[in-house]
């Protein structure tokens, strides 16, 4: 049943219909508060992404009621090939009970509006086209009250997004979802912390016989020249089968290597295909559509995550893998938590008791992700040196033990209550590891 009373448009306002934002209203409304998403663009939208998905993810998308069979256009994947230091490598998805054995690739075209169309059929309220220009405060206290946003300036859709007169909506909590930049909570004073690793992606589509790999692949010797003449880099370079006649080619790179800043990343990037076989179509007059780039937050860049009726999920976060690049398990599973949270909050009298379950929010996260993402920014400074990366990649990759526990790590796919002695293992380091 909904909340929200006559001084209110929404009980909760959820900024962005990404992944986050839609995972978040879809299990808001899930619950009968009346939910308003506000988002910038139209769906279908084009976003930067490998488009591979980690069992990670699945879960979530299953906690959503979405069909991720073939015939509803999803494609399984079995695990992970790798390729360095001279070796071919072939990592299946660990066989675990808490996450799937099985990833998935789709288009963010098609996810995220799949994902948005979700959350509306479960109660949310859409509003596309709709640019938030900041946060509504109340004037006593400096809570965020609600935003203020910008819609089509014509009803029938015609316009630009956000070139219509401004309009104030309000709710008693707001949720950012508005990805890296996060306006909304830069707006609110909340900035990008500068001591945590920042990763870049650039990818694109090229028409290839290897359209319908079954397998994510990760290749881990990306050079910034000459292979075996120039530094290894700390990133990988990943061919991924989207089942439509192409497959989605891209790189990622840490700002952890000296050379981030001035790094030429299309450049890379055609550096490292010209050394592909000819026959997998990963040349000029195969590609489909341009390069694009997108920046990776990783490793809760930006705090507080809750503060003053302003909460913050996925991306605005900063909630983005430092091991690994992955963004939408993070994004999924921070806007499930968040809406729990909030509907736990929403159900008792605005006060001080209502504020003591919103807090909870940023303490569940660090207890789920903070050991965690700190070993991932231990792990990513450590790779900055071109030295230790050659040295992981040479000699890592030849011991398939070892990279069985690397994938669990680095994907962070183990059981929490028992698994093998990797899962232990791994479960106690990031128990261990303090939270910063």
Same mark, same amino acid.
């Given at each position: 049943m909904s909340r929200n009373s006559a001084e209110h448009d929404a009980d909760v306002i959820v900024v962005g219909a990404g992944p986050a934002g839609a995972t978040t209203a879809y299990h808001l409304a899930r619950t009968?508060? !009346?939910?308003l998403v506000l988002e910038k663009t139209a769906f279908p939208r084009e976003k930067v992404c490998g488009d591979g998905l980690t069992p990670r993810a699945v879960k979530s998308l299953v906690a959503m009621g979405i069909d991720t069979s073939a015939e509803a256009g999803w494609? $399984?994947?079995k695990g992970l090939r790798i390729y360095g230091g001279g070796m071919r490598l072939e990592l299946p998805w660990p066989d675990l009970a808490e996450f799937p054995p099985y990833g998935l690739v789709r288009k963010r075209t &098609? /996810? &995220?509006?799949? =994902?948005? +169309? $979700?959350? $509306?059929?479960?109660?949310? +309220?859409?509003?596309? +086209?709709?640019?938030?220009?900041?946060p509504v405060t109340d004037e006593r206290t400096g809570r965020v009250v609600g935003v203020t946003a910008k819609p089509v300036r014509e009803a029938g859709g015609s316009g630009e997004p956000g070139s219509g007169a401004e309009v104030t909506y309000r709710s008693p909590v707001v949720i950012a979802a508005d990805g890296n930049s996060s306006r909304l909570s830069v707006s609110a004073g909340r900035m990008r912390r500068e001591n945590r690793p920042m990763g870049v992606a650039v990818r694109t589509y090229f028409e290839s016989p290897r359209h319908d790999d079954d397998w994510l692949e990760s290749w881990l010797e990306l050079w910034d020249g000459k292979p075996g003449q120039s530094n290894l880099l700390p990133g990988y370079?990943? @061919? /991924?089968?989207?089942? &439509?006649?192409?497959?989605? @080619?891209?790189?990622?790179? =840490?700002?952890?290597?000296t050379g981030f800043q001035n790094a030429d990343y299309r450049g890379l990037l055609k550096a490292w295909l010209s050394g592909m076989p000819p026959e997998w179509g990963f040349v000029d007059d195969r590609q489909v559509g341009p390069v694009r780039g997108a920046a990776l937050p990783m490793g809760f860049n930006r705090k507080p995550h809750y503060?003053?009726?302003?909460?913050? @999920?996925?991306?605005?976060?900063g909630m983005v !893998?430092? /091991?690994?690049?992955?963004?939408?398990?993070?994004?999924m599973e921070s806007g499930e938590m968040a809406a729990d949270v909030v509907a736990q909050a929403l159900a008792r009298p605005d006060g001080p008791a209502r504020e003591r379950v919103l807090e909870s929010y940023p303490r569940a996260l660090s207890a789920r992700y903070g050991g965690y993402y700190t070993m991932g920014r231990i792990f990513v400074k450590a790779i900055g040196n071109p030295q230790v990366m050659k040295i992981a990649t040479r000699h890592g990759l030849p011991h398939p033990v070892l990279m069985r526990f690397t994938i669990k790590l680095l994907a962070n796919l183990t059981d929490p209550r028992g698994g093998d002695a990797m899962d232990r293992l791994i479960n106690a380091l990031a128990k261990v590891t303090p939270a910063a």
């Amino acid at each position: 049943m909904s909340r929200n009373s006559a001084e209110h448009d929404a009980d909760v306002i959820v900024v962005g219909a990404g992944p986050a934002g839609a995972t978040t209203a879809y299990h808001l409304a899930r619950t009968g508060l !009346n939910v308003l998403v506000l988002e910038k663009t139209a769906f279908p939208r084009e976003k930067v992404c490998g488009d591979g998905l980690t069992p990670r993810a699945v879960k979530s998308l299953v906690a959503m009621g979405i069909d991720t069979s073939a015939e509803a256009g999803w494609l $399984q994947n079995k695990g992970l090939r790798i390729y360095g230091g001279g070796m071919r490598l072939e990592l299946p998805w660990p066989d675990l009970a808490e996450f799937p054995p099985y990833g998935l690739v789709r288009k963010r075209t &098609d /996810f &995220d509006e799949t =994902l948005a +169309r $979700q959350a $509306q059929k479960a109660g949310a +309220r859409l509003h596309e +086209r709709t640019t938030v220009t900041g946060p509504v405060t109340d004037e006593r206290t400096g809570r965020v009250v609600g935003v203020t946003a910008k819609p089509v300036r014509e009803a029938g859709g015609s316009g630009e997004p956000g070139s219509g007169a401004e309009v104030t909506y309000r709710s008693p909590v707001v949720i950012a979802a508005d990805g890296n930049s996060s306006r909304l909570s830069v707006s609110a004073g909340r900035m990008r912390r500068e001591n945590r690793p920042m990763g870049v992606a650039v990818r694109t589509y090229f028409e290839s016989p290897r359209h319908d790999d079954d397998w994510l692949e990760s290749w881990l010797e990306l050079w910034d020249g000459k292979p075996g003449q120039s530094n290894l880099l700390p990133g990988y370079g990943w @061919v /991924f089968g989207m089942g &439509d006649g192409t497959s989605n @080619v891209g790189l990622g790179l =840490l700002n952890t290597s000296t050379g981030f800043q001035n790094a030429d990343y299309r450049g890379l990037l055609k550096a490292w295909l010209s050394g592909m076989p000819p026959e997998w179509g990963f040349v000029d007059d195969r590609q489909v559509g341009p390069v694009r780039g997108a920046a990776l937050p990783m490793g809760f860049n930006r705090k507080p995550h809750y503060a003053s009726g302003l909460m913050l @999920v996925g991306d605005a976060g900063g909630m983005v !893998n430092p /091991f690994n690049g992955e963004g939408i398990a993070y994004a999924m599973e921070s806007g499930e938590m968040a809406a729990d949270v909030v509907a736990q909050a929403l159900a008792r009298p605005d006060g001080p008791a209502r504020e003591r379950v919103l807090e909870s929010y940023p303490r569940a996260l660090s207890a789920r992700y903070g050991g965690y993402y700190t070993m991932g920014r231990i792990f990513v400074k450590a790779i900055g040196n071109p030295q230790v990366m050659k040295i992981a990649t040479r000699h890592g990759l030849p011991h398939p033990v070892l990279m069985r526990f690397t994938i669990k790590l680095l994907a962070n796919l183990t059981d929490p209550r028992g698994g093998d002695a990797m899962d232990r293992l791994i479960n106690a380091l990031a128990k261990v590891t303090p939270a910063a």
